[in-house]
């Protein structure tokens, strides 16, 4: 089936640094690939949306100079959090849609800031 | 604003008995529903859906019920296995502004099997 891969599974950073989070469809080509945050006992939150090539839409009240999504290839799209604090600490997932297929998920990424 | 509800954060079940997870939406626009399991560390995994047109979706040992009048979903379990220990997340979905679909998600129960 398809399988999504996202890395770091975890990662600890120290505040005003920035963060890399890797989302790769491994079997298959992602038209659309999505970025969700989770809260402790929240449902997880979209916070934006990509398509191959163009820009990423953003939700409502998600900060797109702080949270920079990268989707330059069909198997491949990148969040990063740049000059994270404390309070960015979160669990955040990737989910890539295929066509007629629905959504696969990454294993999410539990960033820490300290 | 919660769109997608589920009222019950936890859930225990004797092994071999009726799991039953509920999920209340607000939005009549939502037109597909999922279920989505999740264990810890991992990502969602899709386990069933329904559209807005049906009123039941039955895979194995998942049923999903619909009740749009109530704005009311379910899903059952049966007979419910200890492997079924996670967390559930009931998602509605809808065509965004921008033209995507867009997932919404509840909060998630907990559902432990007893054995």
């Not at chain 1, 990662?11 to 999505?34: H, N, P, W, Y």
């Not at chain 2, 990502?43 to 109530?70: C, H, M, Q, Y």
């Not at chain 2, 704005?71 to 049966?78: A, T, W």
């Not at chain 2, 492997?83 to 919404?104: M, P, Q, W």
């Amino acid at each position: 089936g398809a399988v999504v891969s996202q890395h770091p599974s975890r990662v600890i950073c120290k505040s005003g640094t920035s963060v890399k989070i890797e989302c790769r469809s491994l079997d298959f080509q992602a038209t659309t690939m999505f970025w969700y945050r989770q809260f402790p006992k929240k449902s997880l939150m979209l916070m934006a949306t990509s398509n191959e090539g163009s820009k990423a839409t953003y939700e409502q009240g998600v900060e797109k100079d702080k949270f920079l999504i990268n989707h330059a290839s069909l198997t491949l799209s990148t969040l990063t959090v740049t000059s994270a604090h404390p309070e960015d600490s979160s669990f955040y997932i990737c989910s890539a849609q295929q066509r007629n297929y629905g959504y696969t998920f990454g294993s999410g990424t539990r960033l820490t800031v300290v | 604003d919660q769109q997608v509800k589920q009222n019950s954060p936890s859930l225990s079940v004797q092994e071999g008995r009726i799991s039953i997870l509920n999920c209340d939406y607000t939005n009549s626009m939502f037109d597909y529903f999922l279920w989505y399991k999740k264990y810890p560390a991992e990502g969602p995994t899709f386990l069933i859906s329904i559209s807005s047109i049906k009123d039941k979706n039955e895979d194995g040992r998942f049923t999903v019920f619909l009740n749009k009048s109530a704005k009311h979903l379910s899903l059952h379990i049966v007979p419910s296995q200890p492997g079924d220990s996670a967390v559930y997340f009931c998602a509605a979905s809808l065509i965004s502004n921008f033209g995507n679909e867009k997932l919404t998600f509840g909060t998630g129960t907990r559902l432990t099997i007893i054995p």
